[in-house]
């Protein structure tokens, strides 16, 4: 169980490096496209750099943000990386503070879950909305719902997280640190939290 | 107040207050406003994932995350230290004055205050509690307090957020973050030679004038990230957000190729923490875009904004009571938090003041990264005891000085206007 459990975690950390590497790339062919459009013998000369052929780069970038944002919180995201409000929390005595994480991890999975089938509804319509440039690099089977499905993707694997871990909580009492700014002194050279705070 | 959103706001504080994390707190919390306000939960995403989807600026927040990720990995931070050392090593407080410098320059990459606090400012530590010439306590303060520097220089990840919320040219906000960030070094700097000359700190054995070119010729390529960046985005090369994509490229192309200093490995470490730390962030802000959502249909900036005009408070006396609320909300809240979900309550009153939406969010996040240092809850101060191992009341010990000269800097920013907007305005701004 816990070998299929690292397997599958390291298998989120290889989609998510993929996703990441393909937006960075993809911002670097747009900019490329850009120059080398300014000359048109290269275009000619080089069928592949034709620039009408990249209309979808930005678009392509937002996709891979907002899969990263909602895969990486279903999948590679812990606990500790979330930005928090722990004051009181990390001065809560043990038995208080196992029952902060209960009733958080509760309303989270309750809400998320509650909120799937009105969601998915006011999605209804996005089934047919095609997206703005996508076509020519998927094809034009894609629509918006296809890109946002991933929201929902979230809001079914969230709240199973959070059910499994009220339940380990449960059993074995919450973290005094949700943050675990310790774990910074050993990899330094990648840092938590690089969100400019 | 309608009921919907008393009970969102006590859903929002009862939640985030016993440590949910905040990006969630805010979702339930729209949940519960949607849902008895009779509107369907269901919006919620709707308006999160469109928020997401549609701001293109947003881009450039993993980008430079990437590209910090990739700069305290290879050994660029190094050579920039051994360059700092031999300029500015040789002066009463050197290794003080270095961290200053270090800090300055290395925040035109990395746009990141706790990257800057955990990469180049541990090393920075280390060697100034090894010479012997500075107490730990004080080697931390002064690197907690010159890491606030590095999002006030471009880039500037808590700059891009403010963008998004005040809608902002993200260009001017840059260039109106340089003088306000260089104007932090030389007050951190002077408040260095002072305690050093009053504590007698010890003096650096100076590095040799001829040594100065060869180190310099070393730190040469990752010196011109800064100018590179802002010849991008001020030359019309590449616009803000592709700017970033650039910092990044050129950070990986310095560490593989030219300094050698990056395995295939190590690069994909970066991209999963870098994706990890981006989709935290994302969440937050999707977070904020809906509570800015709620807070709109509320029409509570609105209504706030002809109160203040109808009570006739002048421009100064808002600017200095937001200010106020701000470091006091700075010591317990995050600075993504700050600026996503507190500034945009006070946009249109800044706008039926008449005050300038530039100047008003380089002071707003001059504020926030001032806020990184205020005990009890500063992030700078948890990341550098954790990365160091010393202990947090000696460095709030020492953090005094250095936090009340940076606030005087605050209130220059805000009394005159002119030090944020003399160079937006000189590339074109018109506010």
Redesign the interface.
Known sequence: MTRLLRWFSQSAEFVAAILMAAMFFTFILQITIRYTARLEWLAEAVPLLDPSRYGWTLEFCLVMWVWIVFLGNSFIVRERDHVTFDILYSVASPGLRKWFAIISGVAIAFGLLMSLEPTWQKFFVLRLKKTATLSNLFGDWVRMRDIYSVYAIFLIVVPLRYAWRVWRVYRHGADADLHHYDDLGGNSGSVEHGSGR | MTLEFFLCLVTLFF??????????SI??AA?VYLAVGGQ???????V??DG???S?I??A??????A??IM??GTISDRLLNFCIALVGRFKGGLGHVNVVASLIFSGMS?????DA??IG?IIIEMMVKSGHYTRGYAAAITAASATI??IIPP???MV?YALVSNASIGYLFLGGIIPGLMMGAVLMTMNVYISHRRGFGTEEPVPIRELPALTLRAFPALLMPAILLYGIYGGV?TP??AA??A??YALILAAFFYRALSIG?L?????????????????I?GALILNYVVASENIPASMASLLVNLNVSPLAFLIGVNILLLLLGC??????IILVIIPLFLPSCEKLGIDFVHFGVVAVVNCMIG?ITP??G?LL??I?????IPLGEIIREIWPFLSVLIVALLALILIPDIVLFLPRMFGYAG
């Open positions: 939640l985030a207050g016993i440590g949910t994390p905040v990006a969630y979702l339930l949940f369907g939960i269901g919006i919620a995403g709707k999160l994932m997401l989807y549609q293109f947003l881009l927040v993993p980008l430079f995350i990437v910090a990720n305290n990995a746009g990141s205050a706790v990257a955990a990469g541990k590095g999002p500037s990840i808590p957020l590449t957000t592709e994509a650039v990044a490229f190590a994909y470490d970066i991209l999963v923490e870098s994706a990890r730390s981006s989709a935290a962030v994302g969440l937050v999707g317990v809240l995050d600075a993504t938090t990184l009890p809850y992030i948890f990341v005891n954790a990365v160091t191992r």
